[in-house]
């Protein structure tokens, strides 16, 4: 399903406007046939329109704006409201304009609003969407390397146990050869003791007759 089109048309007709609303709404303003009530309702939209308080932020494209248009066409629809028909068109043919044109634009800014709040909302779904896409996709990444990490670290563990057992096992089959110094002190320990051990009778006598 194609998403619905910018209502384009009704856009350009109100900004094309907006001349004559302000003009209007200055010759209503200095109209001594208007109420004052309905010149302050006047007053508070001028004032409301350069307040940096709104009820939609200026700031925000498009919204803020229509958010002003709509109080300034809704108070100048206010004040013509107060005055005769004949002065109402007075004031309307003076600035090129007819009763229905303000009906037409107050649609068109409600028609505008509900375009814009409705492709915000599609557009802030999509990227929730692919946010949460994104955070899945990332989660399973993290997985798969957490799985890679511990894979290489078992082979690691795995080699070097190898290893362990292999020193172990050339030292176990290796003979044990004793020192140079300590060969030489047993041998003569071991001569000691066959002297010690030789029979009376076949002990040699001792030289009386040294050299």
Sequence with gaps: ?????????????????????????????????????R???????????ISPI???????PVL????????????IKLALAGLSPDRRREHLLAVGLVE???MADLRGIATITSWILRKTARVT?????????????????????????GAASL????????????RLADRAVRPKLPKPGKQAATLEIEDDVV????????????????G
């Design 100 to 102: 229905a044109d303000l």
């Design 39 to 49: 010149r302050a309702a006047l007053i508070a939209a001028a004032g409301y329109l």
């Design 125 to 149: 779904a999509r990227g929730v969407r692919i946010g949460a896409k994104a955070a899945v996709t990332g989660a399973g990444l993290v997985a798969d390397g957490a799985k890679v990490l």
């Design 54 to 60: 709104d009820a939609v932020p200026g700031a925000i």
């Design 155 to 166: 082979r690691a563990a795995g080699k070097g146990r190898t290893a362990v057992r292999a």
């Design 1 to 37: 399903m194609s998403d619905e089109p910018f209502p384009r048309e009704r856009f350009q007709a109100l900004v094309g406007r907006l001349p004559a609303y302000l003009k209007l709404a200055w010759r209503l303003a200095k109209d001594p046939l208007l109420s004052r009530t």
């Design 64 to 75: 803020g704006q229509l958010d002003d248009l709509a109080v300034a066409i809704g108070a």
């Design 195 to 210: 002297e010690r051990d030789t029979p009376p009778e076949q002990i040699p006598p001792p030289d009386l007759n040294p």
